[in-house]
Nanobody, 115 residues
Framework: QVQLVESGGGLVQPGGSLRLSCAASGSIFSINVMGWYRQAPGNQRELVAG???????NYADSVKGRFTISRDNAKNTVYLQMNSLKPEDTADYYCNLKYFGMDYWGKGTLVTVSS
């Protein structure tokens, strides 16, 4: 059974930074895609950034140049460095793991950007 545990959310002022982490445990195939999604109240869940086990990345246009996704394959951990945060980045952020057509989700961590 796969488990994903996020950490690093919190309250930050506009222009500030946060780093999210997500540790995956269980039976995980080495070739996979890990990513971060977010969901603000009243909105659909959207992809923020993804990274393959080979290191290829993709980002939502709204976060390009501000967010950086990375991973440590040895630790089955994915990170999201978020800089120049804006109030519109406020959302619950969810970690995601995909392989063999399966989707696994963490419980989410809240990021609030407010002065």
């Amino acid at each position: 059974q796969v488990q994903l545990v996020e950490s690093g959310g919190g309250l930050v002022q506009p222009g500030g930074s946060l780093r999210l982490s997500c540790a995956a445990s269980g039976s995980i195939f080495s070739i996979n895609v890990m990513g971060w999604y977010r969901q603000a109240p009243g909105n659909q869940r959207e992809l923020v950034a993804g990274i393959t086990s080979g290191g290829s990345t993709n980002y939502a246009d709204s976060v390009k140049g501000r967010f950086t996704i990375s991973r440590d394959n040895a630790k089955n951990t994915v990170y999201l460095q978020m800089n120049s945060l804006k109030p519109e980045d406020t959302a619950d952020y969810y970690c995601n793991l995909k392989y063999f057509g399966m989707d696994y989700w963490g419980k989410g961590t809240l990021v609030t950007v407010s002065s």
